[in-house]
């Protein structure tokens, strides 16, 4: 099996060490990864500038590239470079340091990973969990990783479905399936001033959950020490409301 490994911590985060440990039972391993932390970049790519990859280690089964660009940049370099011409069998990106629940898969650049992966018909999986420090052991994941990969390839799921799993800061009491939750951030810039005496903006943000007493959501998982795999799909085709909107003529 052939595994791109990716995200946007960048390329010296414990999640991504611990990541690629895992997936090396599963077959050979390429890791494309930022320079540095690429955090909120979503699915933003690089226009009008030169990018650059360097190799950082390679030995048998594992090869280590480090990227100038996004996130998603390192997954589209990577397919041209690496994969031109066969695709990688699965695609994993994270581990976050830091969850992607609800309305954060819009900005995360991890799942930006993923969703690229996704829109290329790889399998794809993105792995975050709750705590931002990075000087946080994230071994407590090991045990589960790899048997959810494992149940995710079995299930063989048809393309344009990719996974977005999320796990909880500390003991775990299982794994679950659920959907995303409604939520925004909001509360976002704490205005400040520099020592010359200039505002500036200092982006900090507060989650806010629509709603908190839904227990099948993502949100709600991890803050009931659950880990969280959530489906996700790269058509964001409102489908459910276009027979209202085909209620009106729309011939102008």
Request: with cysteine; aromatic share 8%; charged share 20%.
């Amino acid at each position: 099996m052939k595994i791109l490994i990716s995200n946007d911590d960048g390329f010296m985060s414990p999640g991504i060490e611990l990541l690629t440990t895992i997936m090396r039972r599963f077959g050979d391993v390429t890791v494309v990864a930022p320079d540095s932390g690429r955090s909120g970049q979503s699915s933003a790519f690089t226009i009008g500038k030169p990018l650059r990859m360097d190799k950082v280690s390679e030995e048998p089964g594992l090869r280590r590239y480090v990227c100038s660009g996004t996130p998603t940049d390192c997954v589209k370099l990577a397919l041209h470079e690496f994969f031109a011409d066969e695709k990688p069998d699965l695609l994993v990106a994270g581990i976050n340091h830091g969850a992607n629940t609800s309305t954060a898969i819009l900005y995360s650049g991890t799942m930006g990973c993923v969703l690229e992966g996704c829109e290329n018909g790889i399998l794809s999986i993105g792995f975050s969990q709750c705590n931002h420090n990075w000087n946080t052991p994230l071994c407590y994941l090991e045990p589960y990783i790899e048997p959810i990969v494992r149940k995710l390839i079995e299930l063989n799921p048809p393309k344009g479905i990719c996974f977005n799993i999320n796990a909880p800061e500390g003991a775990i009491k299982g794994v679950v399936l659920t959907r995303q939750c409604d939520g925004h951030w909001g509360k976002e810039f704490e205005k400040r001033v520099d020592p010359t005496g200039r505002d500036y903006y200092w982006l900090t943000g507060e989650f806010f959950n629509h709603e908190p007493d839904a227990a099948d959501t993502d949100e709600a998982a991890v803050q009931n020490g659950f880990i969280s795999i959530c489906p996700v799909k790269i058509d964001m085709t409102a489908h459910e409301y276009l027979a209202e909107m085909e209620k009106i003529n729309w011939q102008l």
